[in-house]
């Protein structure tokens, strides 16, 4: 399997951390954000390869992927203009061919089993073509809630919405079938986000993957705080 690291974002919430680095650089227990997401997936031993897209700060990220253990099965991509979460997509559908493939907000501090999120997606109902990382949020009004059939597939999406209908939230990590590539290139514009323009039209046809284990979005200092003190993490490599 392929996945795409999404890594072009400004973090301006995370200022002043973020004025001398890209948020996906940001460290938690000494390590940045990106060396986890890297280690998590190559680490599984199920992914091919990786694609980084990186717009702020691209040299950055850039000199981090070239001192990485993982460099040689790592590919970039620089986007002058930000083209929104499923414009990336869309821009590197050819990365992807026709085969299932990974998407993840790699500012965003995860820990789950890859191998187990792949062979959900595999029994997946037939009508889903997309699995959806699910997770407990502590902060509901503040992120994606998702609502559930008995079969784990999505009945209802209220994207940071003031009184939300329970705490299970999108947790930003996908994997994609073919078909939502079909679905963006509809959309006829380059510039496309998944959260509000893709859920939204897949309410019905996403299952999903609870992540129990641990899922942070390091958004704001409150959550980096919160990561450094809670994340049951590994020395920096």
Known sequence: ???????????????????????????????????????????????????????????????????????????????????????????????????????????????????????????????CPMTMMTFATDQPQKSGIVELNTLGVVTGFHEKVANPPGNLANGAVYIFEPEVLDFLRSCGKPVIDISTEVIPRFVGRIFTFLNDSYHRDIGTPESLRAAESEYPGHPAA
């Open 1 to 127: 399997m392929r996945a795409l690291l999404l890594a072009a974002g400004l973090g301006t919430r995370l200022r002043p951390i973020t004025d001398s680095m890209p948020k996906c650089l940001v460290p938690v227990q000494g390590k940045p954000l990106l060396g986890y997401w890297l280690d998590l997936l190559f680490g599984s031993g199920c992914m091919e390869r990786v694609l980084i897209n990186t717009h702020y700060m691209p040299d950055a990220v850039r000199r981090f992927v070239g001192n990485s253990r993982w460099q040689e099965q790592i590919d970039m991509v620089h986007e002058d203009v930000l083209l929104g979460t499923g414009g990336t997509v869309l821009a590197n559908r050819a990365y992807f061919g026709e085969d299932r493939f990974m998407v993840a907000h790699a500012d965003n501090l995860s820990r789950f089993e890859v191998r187990m999120f792949i062979a959900r997606h595999a029994s997946r109902p037939a009508h």
